[in-house]
């Protein structure tokens, strides 16, 4: 009977460290380096945020900042690891292949930033509209790609240009709200425009658009390359159109 109460006592201080039951898996017998590593390969958001709510280990891995950077405009320390004041400077810091998580709740001045290197920029927030990137007048862009980039979960605002400019590279756009004016003087006022020329064979330049709003500008699309619309749909409000679809190479 005391045996069986020791094994008890044993295993549930265990499980309280991680997840219950769930500590005497293998996986938790790995050291960090090696379920950091595994932490890498998941999606950021939802697969890489859910495992952070496991325990208090998974969660200090699966936000360290080797898996991701952040941009959070209130930080106080400058000196916080992986924490940047601006998306500028999380860029610049950020190594090829590097994911950057923007802080929702607030906007973010974004103006003519070249992408030079594979990066993936996420919205923080639940929703694309919690996280909003604000292009100003007289900027040709908010962002500008020349290398193959994710941008995923973020409102994009321009009041005269392009929201997202891709010059080179593959580029996919999921679950973004991209506006720009209504009723634009510039013919570049386009929330989506590409320069990347589809006669250079082997670099497989393209854009792809997946669950995204796209309101205002000119045109939905602007291309000098040779691209087609797959899976369009167009939902026609009051004030404006909603589009639904697939940029690819051609």
């Not at 409102?155 to 005269?160: G, Y």
């Amino acid at each position: 009977m005391e045996e069986r109460r020791m094994k008890k006592r044993r295993s549930s201080s265990s499980s309280s460290s991680c997840g219950g039951s769930d500590s005497l898996s293998p996986i938790n017998s790995l050291d960090d380096g090696c379920l950091m590593h595994i932490f890498s390969f998941l999606s950021p958001i939802p697969d890489r945020y859910n495992t952070a709510l496991v325990c208090h280990r998974w969660c200090f891995l699966a936000c360290h900042p080797r898996l991701w950077l952040r941009v959070d405009k209130s930080i106080k320390d400058p000196s916080e690891l992986g924490v940047f004041p601006n998306i500028e400077t999380a860029i610049s810091a950020a190594r090829p292949g590097d994911t950057i998580l923007i802080g929702p709740g607030m906007k973010h001045v974004v103006c003519n930033i070249q992408i030079k290197k594979p990066l993936c920029l996420i919205g923080g927030g639940e929703l694309p509209d919690e996280t909003v990137l604000i292009c100003s007048r007289g900027s040709n862009s908010a962002l500008e790609f020349l290398s193959t980039c994710k941008v995923a979960n973020l409102t994009v605002r321009a009041e005269l240009g392009c929201c997202l400019l891709h010059r080179s590279g593959r580029l996919t756009i999921e679950g973004c709200v991209l506006q720009c004016e209504d009723n634009p003087l510039d013919y570049l006022s386009c929330p989506i425009v590409s320069t990347a020329s589809s006669a250079v064979k082997g670099r497989g330049d393209s854009v792809s658009v997946s669950r995204t709003r796209i309101e205002g500008g000119a045109k939905a699309v602007l291309t000098s390359g040779t691209l087609v619309l797959q899976r369009v749909r167009v939902i026609c409000a009051r004030t404006s159109l909603f589009f639904w679809f697939d940029v690819e190479d051609q």
